[in-house]
């Protein structure tokens, strides 16, 4: 549905760099403040002493009370800092990004962006942060257009204390937009603005597609009363006190579906029979007390053959759970041997008879994967990611062989399992979740019976083109039939007997051999 602030409305919209895309940083790209995160880390990395520590909270406590304007309190910031390289302070901001901010970008923004990239906008990070704060986010998100307040430096690039004039905040920002969009032939009135902020209400009275994002305040107020779309988001964040309690009763639910497994295993007298209760139960009550919903395409297919070798796109500590509710019971996954480590994918995998590979020694690996054929030999079907990693949410990576190769090894087919969104649930890295509902495609068990080794990658690189045409067009009402299913069987090339070759010399005719008795009608004759 095209509906105001989707990323359909932005790929149904007028193309061309006429019309531009302005977003703003905090709260609207990035949940949360990245003033408060940075200063945060360079305390607890000592980056920063107790007096400018105390200095900063006084001023942002009085920012906040109305008796500091923002002018003055980016000041105090940047006086602060005088006397740095502003190198090494950039070097900083590349850290934090990596370490703290990447994983508080919102998913669906990032949507947002690159649907705008798509339709050929012109695309502006606007914010009234430092640079060390709003660059590596437009790198990240391949934003190549920046407007944010910058450090004043002398010769030697060496912050002098100030910040270059004019400030970006409230009208100061509005008229750099203004001046951006006369400099660059947009046409504001087709134009849109992403912005959470009450200082950005003015700006949001100059395009025709204001869009209040996660707004609080005047913002929101306004954008009630002049019935704006408003774009509500809660897929990053410390999730407050409910994603503390959501946290603990996921943890928690281990307790009742490990217990229940252990006393059916008993009553059964069947540790297989103890596993699928464990791994039906738990994988379930964790998304469930999470909020996490699942909206599943195909799922009759997950049943139609097994054992079977399902392979998923991998993006983040939450897909496999997903995929493990999935499948429910009669299944163990393979994981890279990093992953044993991991609070969620490690502790799951290590109930559930994971097997981890250590991709580093390649005789280890080969004999992991020969104990993993004889489990699907033994009916249980495998969970892999072919990619082998977590990977950025826009792409997806090479496949590696091992997932095809095990499964013409054991005979059994390949079932895809493509997941759209897991990112809105959990950042890559994230040991926890949000509530979201996760798209799902499940297609039809896919035979190996005819691939041959010889044209494996071929087939491996169908596969994935699957994934990539699948994630591209997003299907609706039934699994579509993609033209992998209707590729006809390779055939077999038939050896021809090598041909003859000819004699030198034409062999001579076979005299009769003489006859032991004489015809009978040779008498008479002469």
């Known amino acids: ?26 709260g609207t790209l990035v949940a949360g403040f990245t003033a408060v995160i940075l200063t945060q880390e360079r305390f607890r990395s000592r980056d920063m002493g107790i007096g400018e520590l105390i200095t900063m909270i006084a001023a942002g406590l009085n920012h906040q009370l109305g008796r500091l304007e923002f002018e003055e309190l ?73 407007l944010t307040n910058r450090f004043e430096v002398d010769e030697n690039d060496v912050l002098t204390g100030e910040v270059v004039r004019p400030i970006l905040w409230g009208p100061g920002k509005a008229n750099a937009v203004q001046k951006f969009a006369a400099d660059n032939d947009i ?13 950005d209400v003015a700006l949001m009275y100059l395009v025709g597609n204001p869009r209040p994002t996660n707004p609080e305040g005047k913002m929101a107020a306004v954008a009630r009363r002049r019935g704006w779309p408003i774009l509500q988001f809660s897929s990053r964040g410390g999730g407050g006190l409910m994603g503390q309690v959501r946290t603990l009763l996921g943890v928690g639910a281990l307790v009742p579906a490990a217990t229940g497994a252990i006393w059916w295993g008993a009553l059964t007298r069947s540790r297989r029979r103890g596993l699928n209760f464990f791994t039906t139960a738990f994988p379930n009550m964790l998304l ?32 496999p759970v997903i995929v493990a509710s999935l499948l429910r019971d009669n299944w163990t996954g393979v994981g890279k041997k990093e992953l044993k480590d991991d609070p969620v994918v490690g502790t799951l995998g290590k109930l559930t008879d994971t097997v981890f590979i250590d991709r580093d020694d390649p005789k280890a690996a080969l004999e992991t994967m020969h104990e993993v054929e004889e489990l699907v030999r033994k009916g249980l079907s495998i969970m892999i990611a072919p990619e082998g990693t977590r990977l950025d949410t826009r792409t997806v990576g090479p496949f590696k062989k091992g997932p095809f190769r095990l499964a013409m090894a054991a005979g059994v087919p390949l079932v895809p399992i493509v997941v759209r969104n897991a990112e809105v649930i959990a950042s890559r890295d994230s040991s926890t979740m949000n509530p979201g509902e996760v798209d799902i495609v499940v297609y039809p068990p896919l035979s190996v019976k005819d691939w041959t080794l010889e044209d494996l990658p071929e087939r491996i690189e169908e596969v994935r083109q699957l994934y990539l045409d699948t994630l591209k067009n997003w299907p609706v009402g039934e699994v579509p039939v993609h033209p992998i299913y209707k590729k006809a069987p390779a055939k077999k090339a038939v050896k021809k007997p090598p041909a003859k070759k000819a004699a030198a010399k034409k062999a001579p005719a076979k005299k009769a051999a003489p006859s032991a008795k004489k015809s009978p009608n040779a008498k008479g004759r002469k």
């Open 1 to 26: 549905m095209r509906l105001p602030g989707s990323v359909a409305e932005v790929m149904a919209s007028p193309e061309g760099p006429k019309i531009g895309a302005f977003f703003d940083l905090d």
């Open 74 to 146: 980016i000041t105090k910031a940047s006086q602060a800092l005088r006397g740095r390289a502003l190198s090494d302070l950039h070097e900083i901001g590349d850290r934090m990004f990596v370490q703290k901010i990447e994983k508080r970008i919102y998913p669906e923004m990032r949507e947002l962006v690159h649907a705008h990239m798509e339709r050929g906008h012109t695309v502006v990070l606007s914010s009234s942060a430092l640079t060390l704060q709003v660059e590596p986010v437009a790198k990240f998100l391949g934003i190549q257009n920046t």
């Open 187 to 199: 046409d504001l009135k087709h134009s849109y603005f992403y912005a959470d902020g009450d200082e």
């Open 288 to 319: 469930a007390v999470n909020g996490v919903r699942l909206n599943v395409l195909g799922q009759e297919n997950l049943k139609k053959q097994r054992p079977a070798v399902f392979i998923f796109n991998h993006r983040n500590n939450a897909d």
